[in-house]
């Protein structure tokens, strides 16, 4: 796996879509829940949904796949959401902070 894109594999994602204790967020949860995380201003806070991975062709690093991604909390180290803020990029990953670079 590369740094670029999403650092959290498709089929982690899902297996955190499956967990019996989810509680799906909308934009202002999750944005709360960035804010109490890690400090970042709440109104400042864009949620997004898209995210893709990359390879490289030989020469070039290129898109290779691209997935449509909820923020998701089942536990205080088991969560999701990519957002960006005053744009930086970044993903939440089961509680912690990761740069997010495409």
């Known amino acids: 796996m590369t740094t670029t894109g999403t650092q ?3 089929k982690d994602y ?3 879509l499956n967990c019996t204790a989810l509680t799906p967020k909308d934009d202002d949860q999750a944005r709360a829940m960035i804010n109490r995380e890690f400090g970042f201003e709440f109104s400042k ?3 997004v949904r898209t995210v893709a991975t990359y390879k490289t062709d030989g020469r070039y690093l290129v898109k290779d796949k691209e997935y449509m ?3 998701l909390y089942c536990a205080s180290d088991w969560n999701y959401a990519r957002f960006d803020v005053n744009g930086w990029q970044y993903e939440m990953i089961n509680g912690g902070l ?3 670079y495409n």
């Open 8 to 10: 959290l594999e498709q």
């Open 14 to 16: 899902l297996e955190l």
């Open 45 to 47: 806070i864009m949620i």
């Open 69 to 71: 991604r909820e923020p």
């Open 98 to 100: 990761h740069q997010y």
